[in-house]
């Protein structure tokens, strides 16, 4: 029988190297992978705190797990003395009662100057007066009406107010100048019959009267 031969392997340098080599490869090959599978990877979240009102956030709590003394301390998840410092209440500033403060009386009214429509008096004098009630045109052209406050005058121009006066009673009428007359001596003023029963009887039919003439 023919014998068999075995071979063995010597290892050169360069083979060694070469080994060396692929190995190399591999290791760093799988340590890209590696790295490429943690890059893709969604990241951890860390747990959530639950902070009660009026607590600040620690940094520390949030990079890692959260604290327990953080969680569950019953000071920071509700503590009455974190709400009341939060909300502080609004307080009045005290002020003096308004029925303490002198109370000054309302001025008075100061009576006003009454305004006078009264006429100033320009002539004055007395004569005999008379009346007629005849029915007629007067001497501005109006037509004569026995009722109306209207005498005639010799001069005074038509329109002018005349006050007349009966000093035997006290008693006045103020009448208007529309028409000319009386013609009769020591007569100035002929009243219409309604002037001259303001101040004597019409039985009378003439007196002697006091006149103003108003401006």
Not at 102 to 125: D, H, I, L
Not at 164 to 189: H, M, Q, W
Request: with cysteine.
């Amino acid at each position: 029988m023919a014998g068999r031969h075995s071979r063995t392997r010597r290892l050169t340098p360069t083979g060694l190297a070469a080994s060396a080599a692929v190995a190399v490869a591999l290791a760093v090959g799988g340590t890209v992978g590696a790295v490429h599978l943690t890059a893709g990877a969604e990241p951890a979240r860390p747990p959530a705190v639950d902070l009660g009102p009026g607590v600040d956030p620690d940094p520390s709590t949030t990079s890692g797990s959260a604290s327990p003394s953080a969680s569950a301390s019953p000071s920071a998840t509700g503590s009455p003395s974190a709400s009341a410092t939060a909300s502080p209440t609004p307080s009045r500033a005290a002020k003096a009662p308004s029925r303490s403060k002198p109370r000054t009386p309302s001025p008075k009214p100061t009576p006003s100057a009454k305004k006078t429509t009264a006429r100033p008096v320009v002539e004055t004098g007395s004569c005999g007066a008379s009346f007629y009630w005849q029915g007629q045109m007067t001497a501005n052209g109006e037509t004569f009406n026995p009722e109306e406050l209207t005498a005639a005058h010799k001069t005074l121009p038509f329109n002018t107010k005349v006050k007349v006066t009966n000093p035997a009673n006290g008693k006045s009428v103020t009448v208007r100048i529309n028409d000319r007359g009386p013609f009769i001596e020591g007569r100035c003023l002929d009243l219409s019959r309604a002037a001259f029963a303001q101040i004597a009887s019409l039985d009378l039919g003439h007196i002697t009267v006091r006149y103003e003439v108003l401006g």
